[in-house]
């Protein structure tokens, strides 16, 4: 029996950039999709069945690249080129490939695919120098407009990519925005530690954490959304990122401030490719007033970042924190010892805890051939996400991503588990509980019986007032039973509240 030949659709995403020509003085930016503003990206999707009426020929196929205009590129295929600029689709059995360095993004996002595109000449670079080139030593100094990068998704018009990112209720998938984010921040930090010498290898550069990823409204899978991002803050290896997403409310009087529906802060730390030892990064100007106060907020927060790492370092331990530390074991004996006379609106942490495993496969590895951050996010959230439903008994809304520590890179073929817990909860207000989520990554080796902590995830929900009114009962409040438990819940709530303080 003959099989079905499959329709073949187009997926496009725009990908725009400010135009800033580079002065004099310094090189010009690196050859990437994001040098050139108003670029479209061509895909085929062979396992889609859907016709489009619009951005398409009658043929089915993408439309003909302008090839008087050199800011318009076209790329049909996942397996083409990234400098590929036919506007015929190539299928799988095509003599022509990827290069190596961008085989992982045919597994993850468009969006990532073509932001990982983007800077495909820095990787190539970086595979084909070898180990005795000289590291760039000439340090530049940029203005944060000059890494600035945005993604747009066409939602509103395209059918294909609304299903891609859609969840069961109709609203973003949060976890494949965490993987773009991860993804643009990534060629943002990339185009601003580039000096464009072909005669250096490039530097590593290692995503070290997530701040304060605050959701401050719903995203609507029906409207079109933008990503975008640029360097905020710049130390000797340290490299601070400031990203927003936006969506247009339907209020046609609403400002660009009521637009900004996500703002996160990436930080990445620049290594030798070589010997990955930290290496120095490029220097940052800021020029305007809000690029100034972003790069103070940077200052504050690194400083407050040494300070906490000394101050562990040290292991001091205040008489207060004792104190807290007693104060939250004390319920915690009640459960154990008299469990039949302990507080029915309370819970043990140990008792809201999920877990999930999985083995590393090569698809999900970045360009430097370890697991992709995005993708551990991703993970992290919709376990998280799932454990916060479990407690709650109602779809939970996510509110922020408070923290994300990178604390050990993940590789191909590990063990990797995530296990999860509702750390504490904040219920002053009825109207909007707070349920603050941990989720920690373990890289566990049954040959070695060794087990390493690589990444901890901080996640706050609350849930919705329309859903509260149909809880049977109101959420619990969580206590911890043994003193490592104890402490990390005070060193969260310490954390979030030195953020706050500092900024």
Request: charged share 25%; aromatic share 8%; hydrophobic share 35%.
């Amino acid at each position: 029996m003959r099989s079905a030949r499959k329709p073949v659709t187009n997926l496009s995403i725009s990908l725009t950039t400010p135009s800033h020509p580079p002065s004099s003085k310094s090189p010009p930016p690196i050859p990437s999709i994001s040098t050139f503003p108003n670029v479209r990206l061509w895909f085929i999707s062979n396992n889609l069945a859907f016709t489009r009426s619009s951005s398409t020929s009658s043929s089915g196929k993408p439309p003909e690249v302008d090839q008087e205009d050199p800011k318009s590129l076209s790329s049909v295929s996942t397996l083409a080129s990234s400098l590929e600029k036919s506007s015929t689709a190539i299928s799988a059995s095509s003599s022509i490939r990827k290069p190596l360095s961008l085989w992982p993004g045919m597994y993850h996002s468009p969006v990532t695919n073509a932001l990982w595109e983007a800077r495909s000449s820095i990787f190539e670079k970086m595979l084909e120098k070898s180990d005795d080139a000289p590291l760039q030593t000439e340090l530049l100094t940029k203005t944060p407009s000059q890494s600035r990068t945005s993604v747009v998704y066409q939602f509103s018009s395209d059918l294909i990519l609304r299903e891609q990112y859609r969840d069961p209720w109709n609203e973003v998938r949060i976890g494949k925005l965490l993987e773009d984010l991860d993804a643009l921040a990534g060629t943002i930090a990339v185009k601003h530690c580039s000096n464009n010498d072909s005669t250096t290898r490039p530097l590593l550069l290692v995503t070290a954490s997530v701040d304060k990823m605050v959701l401050k409204k719903p995203l609507r899978v029906d409207t079109d959304l933008k990503i975008a991002g640029a360097v905020s803050w710049v130390g000797r290896s340290s490299i601070e990122l400031r990203m927003e997403i936006t969506q247009s409310d339907q209020d046609e009087n609403s400002t660009a401030s009521d637009r900004v529906a996500l703002t996160a802060n990436f930080t990445f730390v620049a290594r030798d490719s070589k010997t990955g030892k930290s290496a120095a990064s490029n220097r940052l100007s800021p020029e305007t007033d809000i690029e100034k106060k972003l790069f103070e907020e940077g200052e504050t927060r690194d400083r407050i970042r040494k300070k906490k790492r000394d101050f562990n370092q040290e292991g001091h331990v205040f008489h207060g924190e004792v104190q807290r530390l007693k104060s939250l074991l004390a319920e915690g004996r009640v459960f154990c010892d008299l469990p039949a006379l302990a507080d029915r609106d309370s819970i043990l942490i140990r008792d809201t805890g999920l877990e999930n495993s999985l083995i590393c496969q090569p698809q999900q590895r970045n360009l430097h051939g370890r697991i992709f951050g995005g993708f551990l996010m991703n993970r992290a959230f919709e376990l998280a996400f799932s454990t916060a439903y479990a407690f709650v008994g109602q779809m939970p809304c996510f509110l922020e991503v408070d923290h994300v520590d990178f604390l050990k890179p993940v590789d191909v073929g590990n063990f990797l588990r995530f296990q999860s817990c509702v750390l504490y909860t904040e219920l002053e207000n009825p109207e909007k509980p707070l349920i603050n989520i941990e989720v920690v990554a373990h890289v566990t080796r049954p040959e070695l019986r060794t087990s390493e902590i690589s990444n901890t995830f901080y996640f706050t929900f609350t849930v919705c007032p329309d859903r509260l009114e149909k809880m049977a009962g109101r959420i619990r409040s969580v206590v911890p039973t043994t003193e490592e438990e104890a402490r990390r819940v005070v060193e969260r709530i310490d954390a979030e509240k030195s953020y706050y303080i500092g900024i």
